[in-house]
């Protein structure tokens, strides 16, 4: 089971060593999802036609003055929006974002098969497969 791979260090110890092994950076270069990108996420999401059983998002999500979002709303913007902007921003890109898109499709992959409304066992084993030590 995928799942239970997983495993949490709570440590406070391990955590506090860790942390402190983070070079310090200004907050600009630690932004994945900076300036640039959200304008390019927007961008695409102008021209996107979802069909009318998708949720719209708004706009102007990860700004502060939007607000919350609600989970439906991540979801929309995970498995739609960031994944078509990504896809063409990072793809191609050095070794670091491209690291980074697999992870991302991955965390996407994660999302679809956990709001699947029936779940087979032989699907299930096969999309995890490659995630199977």
């Known amino acids: 089971m995928m799942w239970a791979m ?14 402190s092994s983070i070079p310090e950076k ?3 270069d630690r932004a994945l999802l900076g300036k640039g990108v ?17 949720g719209s998002v708004p706009c ?13 709303n991540w979801r929309v913007i995970i498995t739609i929006h960031l994944t078509i902007t ?3 921003l990072w ?6 974002k491209k690291e980074l898109l697999d992870n991302f499709m991955d965390l996407v992959c994660a999302v679809c098969i956990a709001n699947m409304r029936v779940s087979e066992s032989d699907f299930f084993k096969k999309s995890t497969r490659g995630h199977q030590d």
Not at 11 to 17: K, L, Q, Y
């Open 6 to 19: 997983l495993k949490v260090d709570r440590d406070p110890n391990n955590i506090t060593n860790l942390q």
């Open 26 to 28: 200004s907050s600009a």
């Open 38 to 54: 959200m304008e390019a996420i927007w961008e695409d999401m102008s021209f996107t036609q979802l069909p009318s059983w998708v």
């Open 60 to 72: 102007n999500w990860g700004m502060t003055k939007r607000g919350k979002l609600s989970a439906d």
């Open 86 to 88: 990504l896809i063409w």
């Open 91 to 96: 793809g191609r890109d050095n070794r670091h």
